[in-house]
């Protein structure tokens, strides 16, 4: 496999990681509070919103496409369908960023850094919702605490 499709690869499977721990969550433990900071909802939503972000400035004609979430109130369903287009649609910029001399518009230095920046954003609000259910009495299962760090089966 190229550095390129390993790329997308790695970057596909961070973003299931994310839909793998909101499954985790369920409908019943979305509005749980981070003692201070976005409920685990606003987590998940502010994840797919600064997806939208770099999409609106990187790749604008697949924006429109897209829904912005609010981060109250939002169902499960509409955040992993989202989560997972959101997450096409940043592996789609990633590919055409690699085509096109590894740079995203509107970053710096190239792409690698990009999809490094983006998990890393991403690795830190799944951190910020594990701790949010564990301070409510709600922690992941080990299945899932753990699995978070499998991504060869992700």
Not at 44 to 50: C, D, G, L, M, T
Not at 78 to 89: F, H, R, V, W, Y
Not at 130 to 152: I, M
Request: glycine residues 8%.
């Amino acid at each position: 496999m190229d550095f390129g499709a390993q790329l997308i690869e790695t970057w596909r499977i961070n973003d299931r990681l994310n839909r793998y721990l909101l499954e985790e969550v369920g409908a019943d433990r979305l509005s749980v509070p981070l003692m201070k900071g976005k409920a685990v909802e606003a987590q998940f939503a502010h994840i797919h919103n600064v997806r939208l972000m770099w999409i609106k400035v990187a790749l604008p004609e697949a924006y429109d496409a897209l829904q912005k979430l609010e981060s109250k109130s939002v169902a499960i369903e509409d955040l992993n369908s989202n989560l997972e287009a959101s997450g096409e649609t940043i592996a789609k910029l990633i590919e055409l960023s690699l085509e096109s001399g590894g740079r995203v518009k509107g970053f710096k230095p190239h792409v690698s850094a990009f999809v490094g920046y983006l998990i890393a954003h991403e690795a830190n609000h799944r951190g910020q919702i594990e701790l949010a259910l564990r301070q409510a009495g709600f922690p992941l299962s080990d299945k899932v605490g753990y699995g978070l760090w499998e991504w060869g089966v992700r």
